[in-house]
């Protein structure tokens, strides 16, 4: 780890060690002062970091419960694919009584807020389906509060209506169902209610505890009645968070903007954010140059459970990461550069085949792989051109992709495309100068498309060329 935050490798450490006469193996614990010397040697300037940033980054101490107010709950629409989870989030948008200013475009930054007329507010996750709420939990981030679940009455219950059923009881968070498209003819909630209980969930009605509730998105109806059961099971839940302090958060979605530079959208989890902090995200920090909330509006202060957009970061973050207002810049920078190490150790480690892997590859005579590194501009191009890539893969070669991820193309990228002799193929993003030159030392091939079918052809063709002749 010390060789990691130094940049160095590790049998030099081990080495230096062993002539400062306190030989250690590379999985040994030294002291500090042990540390000290060892950086002296190589003539690094010394920085402590805590041992809480590298535990968990840099999440701050608990908050005393005097300091704790109610805050907004957090919802996700989950449901089958057609079911109307988009119309909901839609219709249930338009209940807002808080309107952006006149001529102000809806801005989708992955969550929104809606206010009633009595002032309550809640927060809804707009990125439905269930990728998006896995990969968050994936990367340790329950934001979700509560889920409500859309079945359609007609279609019943499909296999992605029973795929969220596993999720929200798989991260016990409590579950409304919205039976929805009621507007329909010869509309019937029962047949929902009674199936549901085939997969233990029971309704009020059936004598559960399962909130359930009859909406119809197009038609706008029941709207009321499942803003009101959302708050009665946020009331039970007692959700608090504390606004005086630095603000920590979530980044629910992060995108390159070719005008605007890197994007994230935060859902503040605690703390009140303003223009001029300094952060910590993810891989990457900055200053807060403007927040802009859902509905277009530059706002100077954002407070918890308040999803907004920062606009000043060095670079694109990951949905899930991490955020946290820190002091100072040097520690912004010291951070977030320590965990881009980390990221890149990782990675390379990820990227060696498992045993398992060399096992079978051995069984199976030889399956050979085509490693790649791909890097581009929205978390939708990227996730979609690695799908298509992986889905290329023959009986004799495969691609591998080692990292699918958004923004330019860093020396991180290279190094790791380095260690597997992959390319690395970037969709409207290029590479920035050092990348450039560490590749063009490290014979590192960029490849740079703007077409996902060139893009497929090319990858093809490579791989076709790999195998030799007789593919
Ligand atoms: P999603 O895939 O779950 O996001 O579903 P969508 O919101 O895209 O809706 C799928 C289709 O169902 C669209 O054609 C909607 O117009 C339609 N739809 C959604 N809600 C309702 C409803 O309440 N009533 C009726 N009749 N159609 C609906």
């Known amino acids: 780890e010390l060789a990691n935050r130094m940049a160095e490798r590790t049998m030099n450490i081990t080495r230096t060690l062993a002539r400062l006469g306190m030989p250690a193996a590379s999985t040994d614990e030294i002291d500090q002062d042990t540390a000290e010397l060892v950086l002296a040697e190589f003539g690094h300037t010394i920085v402590r970091v805590s041992d809480a940033d590298v535990e968990i980054g840099m999440v701050g101490e608990e908050d005393i419960d005097d300091h704790l107010l109610p805050r907004p709950p957090v919802v996700t629409i989950m449901g089958h694919v057609d079911h109307g989870k988009t119309s909901l989030l839609d219709a249930l948008r338009g209940t807002n009584v808080v309107k952006g200013e006149a001529g102000g475009i809806t801005q989708h930054i992955g969550a929104y807020q809606i206010t009633r007329k009595s002032g309550e507010k809640i927060t809804f996750l707009d990125t439905p389906g269930h990728e998006a709420f896995s990969a968050m939990r994936a990367r340790g981030a329950d934001i979700t509060d509560i889920v409500v679940l859309v079945v359609a009455w007609d279609d019943g219950i499909m296999p992605q209506t029973i795929e969220a059923i596993h999720h929200v009881k798989d991260a016990g968070v409590p579950m409304i169902v919205a039976i929805n498209k009621m507007d329909k003819a010869g509309a019937d909630a029962q047949k929902i209610r009674t199936a549901l209980l085939q997969y233990d969930v029971q309704v009020e009605e059936m004598g559960g505890e399962v909130q359930d509730v009859e909406v119809s998105a197009t038609a706008k109806t029941g709207l009321d009645e499942l803003i009101d059961k959302i708050l009665l099971q946020a009331e039970l839940l ?84 991490a955020f946290a207002v820190v002091e ?42 085509y490693p790649l590194v791909i890097k581009g501009d929205t978390q939708g191009t990227v996730e979609a051109i690695a799908s298509a890539v992986n889905r290329i893969s ?69 791989m076709a060329g790999q195998l030799g002749p007789e593919m």
Do not use: C, H
């Open 328 to 369: 100072t810049e040097a520690r912004a920078r010291e951070v977030a550069s320590y965990r881009a190490s980390v990221e890149t150790a990782a990675r390379t480690e990820s990227s060696m085949p498992s045993l398992e892997e060399q096992f079978l590859a051995l069984k199976s005579g030889k399956v050979e792989t």
């Open 394 to 462: 023959t009986d004799l070669i495969k691609a591998k992709v080692l990292l699918a991820g958004v923004g330019g193309i860093t020396e991180g990228d290279v190094s790791l495309a380095k260690a597997s002799g992959a390319p690395i193929i970037g969709f409207n993003v290029r590479a920035n100068a050092k990348a450039r030159e560490i590749a063009t030392r490290d014979k590192v091939e960029f490849k740079y498309y703007d077409v996902i079918y060139d893009l497929i052809d090319d990858v093809k063709a490579a």
């Open 238 to 321: 007692e959700l608090k968070a504390n606004p005086d302090r630095a603000a920590e958060g979530t980044v629910i979605e992060a995108r390159l903007d070719k005008g605007r530079g890197p994007l994230a959208s935060v859902l503040i989890n605690r703390g009140t954010l303003k223009t001029g902090d300094i952060f910590v995200i993810g891989a990457e920090w900055g200053k807060v140059r403007a927040l802009v909330d859902d509905q277009g509006k530059q706002i100077k202060t954002a407070g918890p459970a308040l999803p907004v957009e920062i606009l000043g970061l060095s670079g694109v973050p990951k949905a899930g990461d």
